[in-house]
């Protein structure tokens, strides 16, 4: 990534942290940390890959058993067609690098963030455009434009058991010099089931929305704010979301995990629990977590160290 792209990504995700220049290749399993928080959490760090070119979000295809990491390779503005999926084992081993790879076997993927599943078909947020694949052979199936509702910088996906995806638009840009921009507006889409494409929610009060993750237990939506420091709850036909927590903001990546819900943040480099509406400090030290991923099997937490080019996976208790 160039330094004035580098720079503005940096201001984007609200960080500007010293990269990690270690070798490349897996590290080894780092010691438990015990972090601050009332109950005394222990996570421990159990692998470090590097390799990945400006990795943005990790998701765990249960089925397969493999975990999907976007990169975006460049700008995350920019219609390159350089981005690419990869591949990446439990046990640390890539896979394939280049699974699935814009300008490739017919593939158009330039800047690709949020990762969803629905079935076999991976859907992946990609600027002003959500695009799908086959999750097993990496074939491109469909893509849908959200160009024509204006959108603007499409973030995270999160999908919902009738099929519809919920799309996060940060409203951002980068202009020529690296300078950040928020042309807005801030927005949720949804697409549905048939492909149609409406705005689901809009508003200031989402916060440059970030992260987003369905709460099935809960039945509503979890919106993570890129541009305040607010947890958000919303569920489909509410005018506005709730606050629901307070942290340190620039919040990037939220899942459910275990019951508890699990927010990064470049603010602080940490990544905190939220269920109780305190903050609770899970991991810290880990510079960049873009858009962070959970492993239900192994109970792990997948976390894209974006500026430092490698994906660290944590053992939570």
Known sequence: MRATILCAALAVWAA????????????????????????????TKVLSVEGFLTPESVFHDSAQDIYFVSN??????????????SRLRPDGAVENLKFIEGGKNGVTLNAPKGLALLGDTLWVADIDAVRAFNAKTGAPLDSVSLATLGAVFLNDIATTATGALYITDTGIRFDDVGAVLHPGPDRVFRVGPDRQVTVAVRGDTLGRPNGIALDPVGKRFIVVEFGGKSVLAWKPGDKAPTVIAKGPGGFDGVVIAGGKILVSSWSDSSVASYETGQEVKIITGVPSPADIGYDA?????LIPVFTANRVEVWQLP
Not at 297 to 301: D, G, N, T, V
């Open 16 to 43: 500007c942290k010293p990269v990690d220049k270690t070798p490349p290749g897996s590290e080894p399993p780092a010691a438990p940390t015990t972090l601050a928080g009332p109950v005394g959490v222990v996570a």
């Open 72 to 85: 975006i390779n460049g700008s995350p503005t920019a219609k390159d067609n350089n981005g690419f999926i």
């Open 297 to 301: 099997k192994r109970s792990r937490l």
